[in-house]
């Protein structure tokens, strides 16, 4: 079961006692069913991974109000549905030559709600099959190093497509490209080595309106 938030007047699970009778015997725990298969592979230049899973997440609970009425009323918890994830996820190293690599990565994720959801008011909202809201259907990642032990450098970007911050998919976030570049060299000495060097960053908005940020907010490097 999911844990949420309790305090005296805040989170579902601090609801009065007509809200406890009202979900009283009708939750159902949370389940997860999930299926993956993957596949390695290295030699002397390469490294490389590719993954494939699948990801059934049923009885989601979700903290809701008993009617539309804002001032007094108590939220409590009930469940909403499944939501399905399938996805495939690669990544590879190559060292192509003396001290030279060039790593990739993407990942593809299809999360998207099952079922509808029935609001306070009694009608329905209709989000099956509508993706999940802030999980990203595309993300990609390159980097070329160069390190000789002395001196090294490297240059990346990273891509990350569209996603959504409401259920109905009709408020979406645009996606953005950042490049990474840094560069240096390390200073040897008896009893141990200094490094300096510098970084920067360049980012780029690409083609049909997608840019490489929106309202700061970032997601984790995979």
């Not at 645009?174 to 510098?198: C, E, I, K, W």
Request: a positive charge.
């Amino acid at each position: 079961m999911s844990a949420f938030t309790a305090s005296a007047s805040t989170g579902p699970f601090s609801t009065t006692q007509a809200g406890f009778a009202y979900i009283h015997n009708k939750l159902k725990p949370e389940t997860t069913n999930t299926e993956e298969i993957g596949y390695r592979f290295h030699n002397d230049s390469v490294q490389a991974s590719l993954t494939g899973y699948y990801v059934d997440f049923e009885n989601r609970l979700l903290a809701s109000s008993l009617s539309s009425v804002i001032v007094g009323n108590q939220n409590v918890l009930e469940n909403v549905g499944s939501v399905t994830s399938r996805g495939v996820e690669a990544a590879a190293t190559w060292r192509f030559f003396r001290n030279w690599s060039l790593y990739g990565a993407w990942s593809y994720n299809d999360a998207h709600y099952n079922d509808n959801i029935d609001n306070s008011e009694g009608s329905i909202l209709h989000i099956s099959g509508k993706q999940v809201v802030a999980a990203l259907r595309n993300i990609g990642n390159f980097k070329l190093a160069y390190d000789d032990g002395t001196i090294w450098g490297q240059f990346g970007g990273q891509y990350m497509s569209r996603r959504f911050y409401t259920d109905l998919n009709d408020s979406p976030l645009p996606g953005r490209v950042l490049f990474n570049q840094s560069a240096g060299d390390r200073f040897h000495r008896p009893g141990g080595s200094q490094r300096t060097g510098s970084s920067g960053q360049r980012r780029e908005p690409v083609r049909q309106g997608i840019y490489f940020k929106h309202r700061n907010h970032w997601f984790r490097e995979q």
